[in-house]
């Protein structure tokens, strides 16, 4: 142990903060212009996510979304990710034209931080 600090392995332990042994950091915690993350987790240690938008179909529940429609999901996730995430099964996704940030997609597609997600039904009567 050194100062406030203790080394275990590849991760230096500063406080509440967790940062990879290469990398320097303030006491204010805000990192040095050379730090890098490995794997899939931040600087913190915490997973990687990414945050959705998500617009599901009228009368489906949204109650693990945010108050303005978000998900976070793990940075990497796919289409099939989310609907895991919002409990639709995958055979009444079938039903519903997916899009991404208004471009069709299949359940493989890959989402990224940021992206907007719209269910809109194939066929809807009047």
Request: hydrophobic residues 40%; charged residues 25%.
């Given at each position: 142990?050194?100062?406030?600090?203790?080394?275990?392995?590849?991760?230096?332990?500063?406080?509440?903060?967790?940062?990879?042994?290469?990398?320097?950091?303030?006491?204010d915690n805000t990192a040095?212009?050379?730090?890098?993350?490995?794997?899939?987790?931040?600087?913190?240690?915490?997973?990687?996510?990414?945050?959705?938008r998500v617009l599901l179909?009228?009368?489906?529940?949204?109650?693990?979304?945010?108050?303005?429609?978000?998900?976070?999901?793990?940075?990497?996730?796919?289409?099939?990710?989310?609907?895991?995430?919002?409990?639709?099964?995958?055979?009444?996704?079938?039903?519903?034209?997916?899009?991404?940030?208004?471009?069709?997609?299949?359940?493989?597609?890959?989402?990224?931080?940021?992206?907007?997600?719209?269910?809109?039904?194939?066929?809807?009567?009047?």
């Amino acid at each position: 142990m050194i100062g406030d600090e203790a080394v275990t392995g590849e991760q230096t332990v500063t406080g509440d903060k967790t940062v990879a042994a290469d990398n320097t950091a303030t006491a204010d915690n805000t990192a040095t212009a050379d730090k890098t993350v490995t794997g899939d987790l931040t600087a913190t240690g915490n997973p990687a996510v990414i945050k959705v938008r998500v617009l599901l179909p009228p009368g489906w529940s949204g109650e693990m979304l945010d108050e303005r429609y978000w998900i976070e999901l793990k940075e990497g996730a796919k289409l099939s990710d989310l609907l895991s995430a919002v409990r639709m099964p995958r055979l009444l996704a079938k039903t519903f034209l997916v899009s991404i940030n208004g471009a069709h997609c299949r359940l493989n597609a890959e989402l990224q931080d940021g992206d907007s997600v719209s269910f809109f039904r194939i066929a809807h009567g009047g």
